[in-house]
């Protein structure tokens, strides 16, 4: 399908983030997605995240596979490395980039049909294996591309645009990434940017596997009454485990106050912040508790969102194969290649 890039004119005075770029230099091409379509929310969320982290474009990979979801990277860091990969095999790809250049900032965009369905496998390996990357799905729970089938996320009882019931049971991402040890694990819905771009820019500066399951209403086949996925269902059946925010890492800023209580703390850029302290009885670091609380709130018909679970002291694949710390792409070919001697002791070590 056939593109348009954005003008490159634009008004001289914008604000520019640390490293000099505007908002605009993280932009891509012109959606050409349904009007209102949650996925261009999720873009415009992505924008914002590497924009106000001030993330050089250049040193961010984006990923994707086939449907509505994995069209979007095109509309965002257009400056950015990129590819579009098969249907289901965006984990593989992004695997072989990241063992060859681990210097690189790898997001991978996908989608439920993408991910839960055809490449269910892929996106359980990249997960278990550690991968150092944002994995973020943008859950429609519809084949929107192919004209509204239901997806294997779609919650038995939903119903399609034309009436038909989904009989089966839905897979849910979020439970399984628990499940196979990524270490930074949350749900959002495009339409809640407050709540997302905290947690992309978190997922974005987490060293380990990071998964996001992204509700993302389809405005043409799964936006009406009986769909769990659509824009009212959604709001309305919101439970949000947490309030969040994101700062980079800089000089400690503490604060000491009860719970129940709002604290206004003032941050290193002038900012004003205030807080305030959740019940006790929810630990984002105890994964056994976390996959508990999804299954009581998932019975009680609530979806939560916010961030779920996260290892503060994450490994990643890298550190798991102990390989060298320069990229295995800028390595010589006397280290790639270390010689026949070098074989015939591997050999010998293994007879």
Do not use: W
Request: hydrophobic residues 35%; charged residues 20%; contains cysteine.
């Amino acid at each position: 399908m056939s593109f348009l890039p954005k003008p490159k004119l634009h008004h001289p005075e914008l604000a520019t983030n640390d490293i000099g770029f505007t908002r605009r230099d993280y932009e891509g091409a012109i959606s050409t997605l349904c009007a209102g379509c949650g996925h261009d929310s999720i873009s415009a969320a992505i924008i914002r995240a590497c924009y106000e982290l001030s993330l050089p474009p250049h040193r961010i990979a984006k990923l994707s596979g086939i449907g509505c979801s994995s069209k979007t990277p095109t509309y965002f860091l257009g400056a950015a490395h990129g590819f579009n990969s098969v249907h289901g095999r965006m984990p593989s790809v992004a695997t072989g980039a990241y063992l060859a250049n681990r210097e690189l900032i790898y997001l991978g965009v996908s989608g439920d049909g993408d991910s839960a369905s055809i490449g269910l496998g892929q996106f359980a390996h990249a997960l278990r294996r550690g991968i150092n990357m944002t994995y973020i799905v943008e859950n429609n729970g519809v084949y929107g591309l192919t004209k509204g089938q239901f997806s294997a996320t779609s919650d038995r009882g939903s119903t399609s645009k034309k009436g038909a019931t989904n009989t089966d049971a839905a897979i849910d991402l979020v439970g399984l990434a628990l499940q196979l040890g990524a270490t930074f694990v949350a749900r959002s819905f495009s339409g809640d940017k407050a709540q997302l771009v905290p947690l992309i820019k978190a997922a974005l500066q987490h060293p380990g596997a990071a998964f996001i399951d992204c509700i993302s209403p389809c405005v043409q086949f799964n936006n009406h009454v009986g769909s769990t996925k659509s824009f009212d269902y959604i709001r309305e059946h919101n439970e949000a485990v947490n309030r969040l925010d994101y700062i980079t890492g800089r000089s400690e800023i503490t604060a000491d106050y009860a719970p129940g209580e709002i604290e206004v703390v003032v941050q290193h850029d002038g900012g004003v912040l205030r807080l305030r302290k959740l019940a006790t009885d929810y630990d984002p670091h105890d994964r056994t508790s976390a996959l508990r609380y999804l299954q009581e709130r998932t019975v009680a018909g609530e979806i939560v969102t916010g961030l779920l679970y996260v290892d503060p002291e994450p490994e990643n694949l890298h550190q798991r194969l102990n390989t060298v710390a320069t990229p295995l792409n800028a390595l010589e070919d006397r280290l790639l290649c270390p010689g026949s001697a070098m074989l015939e002791t591997l050999n010998a070590a293994l007879r």
